[in-house]
């Protein structure tokens, strides 16, 4: 039988990758419509959404020191992960608001997510060499569609936000199921298992190091800013607006931060491939750090202007981020690739679990605009990093 093309692979992998990925911000999309159901605090509302990076940075681990991904047909993992997940997502409309299940069912999702969207990366750099930093850019810009759905979902559902975990349930299951019709590319082989010495070249290797710096950078921001765009939008927004309203535009904002985001990723990464990696990230971390100041600076102001700036923020955001492990896979030991990726994704959303668990506590002892302008922190430092590794690749 002869193999799907690289086009008709291609596809059904990034809406497989679109489809389950609505299942990350689930809760944090229809949070506000369980507060006012559940009257959550502000821990066990950031519970809800950091759980998921804890259980992707386990899963992860667990996926790449097992060797499961390559033992197994790829694919397959990546279905069984999908349905898996959500399965878990599901358990939402069961359990008790902001409960003990319910914060482990989104672990649960996290964890079976680690296997969707790290194996789908590894599915499509099967499919090409040249050409590798926009085909990872393309699963990056699907991985952000998805996660932008959720909040659309939450958009139309209005405030049932059970409905909404209806559809995203049913949305991740068809991407597990649609993954399947894809096919391995001429490129595809078996990546090595996690080896701890390999981390070791991130404090001798400067052209590792710095990428890595630079991506813990955006990582501060990034979920962060997409777990909680939507309260900060419509927390500015009832400044002038009733309630109601400024939470459905909220949910709007982040969804069309997010997505929008997600369509810049594929240009980028086209851009990076032609004329450097590192200057994408540059010119993104410069773009989302001013946009994020510019946003604090508006907080409460007029709608349209705080609704603008948010969704330039959320354009700014994203684009970089495949291409800090780019950058890191061109400098690595081919055998030592997969444990310096697998390290640099573990230790990026573990950094997530911190930022996405503090962002509503501190917010609610500092405001929401001083709470940006730390935001804002990571991706100044990583233009930092990244200037360093500029000037050092000139004059090497």
Not at 36 to 44: I, K, Q, Y
Not at 181 to 192: C, E, K, M, T, V
Not at 278 to 292: D, K, N, Q, R
Not at 295 to 312: E, K, N, Q, Y
Request: proline letters at 4%; one cysteine or more.
């Amino acid at each position: 039988m002869r193999s799907p093309s690289k086009i008709v692979s291609m596809t059904l992998l990034v809406i497989s990758q679109m489809c389950a990925m609505s299942l990350w911000f689930t809760a944090a999309a229809v949070m506000p419509d369980m507060v006012r159901e559940g009257a959550l605090d502000s821990v066990r509302q950031a519970l809800m959404t950091s759980m998921v990076q804890a259980g992707f940075v386990a899963g992860a681990l667990a996926i790449s020191i097992s060797g499961l991904a390559d033992r197994y047909d790829p694919r397959m993992i990546a279905a069984l992960s999908a349905l898996g997940a959500a399965m878990a997502n599901a358990v939402l409309l069961h359990a008790s608001i902001g409960g003990d299940a319910a914060v482990a069912a989104r672990f649960a999702t996290g964890a079976l997510l680690a296997g969707v969207y790290p194996v789908g990366m590894k599915i499509a750099a099967g499919w090409g060499l040249r050409d590798r930093g926009a085909l990872v850019g393309i699963l990056v810009g699907a991985l952000t569609l998805g996660s932008a759905s959720s909040y659309f979902a939450a958009f139309l559902g209005d405030r049932d936000w059970r409905s909404v975990v209806i559809a995203t349930s049913l949305i991740g299951a068809a991407g597990g199921l649609l993954v399947l019709g894809s096919g391995l590319g001429p490129h595809h082989a078996r990546a090595p298992r996690f080896t701890p010495a390999a981390v070791l070249l991130i404090a001798t290797d400067r052209r590792i190091r710095l990428p890595f710096l630079g991506y813990l950078g955006h990582m501060w921001e990034l979920y962060a800013m997409w777990s909680w765009a939507a309260a900060i939008a419509s927390t500015s927004y009832a400044m002038s607006l009733g309630p109601a309203d400024a939470a459905q535009l909220g949910k709007l904002t982040a969804a069309l931060a997010i997505g929008l985001g997600g369509l810049v990723c594929v240009p980028a990464g086209m851009f990076g491939d032609r004329f450097g990696k590192a200057e994408v990230t540059i010119i993104a971390m410069i773009g989302s750090s001013l946009a994020a100041l510019l946003t604090a600076a508006s907080f409460g102001g007029p709608v349209w202007l705080t609704f603008a700036l948010i969704v330039l923020w959320g354009i700014a955001i994203v684009p970089d981020s495949a291409q800090f492990s780019a950058l890191i896979a061109d400098a690595s030991p081919p055998h030592l690739t997969g444990s310096l990726l697998t390290f640099q994704t573990a230790i990026g959303f573990a950094l997530t679990i911190l930022t996405v668990q503090a962002t509503p506590v501190v917010a609610s002892w500092i405001g929401w605009p001083l709470l940006i302008c730390i935001l804002a922190i990571g991706p100044a430092l990583g233009v930092a990093a990244m200037w360093g590794m500029r000037r050092a690749s000139q004059y090497s």
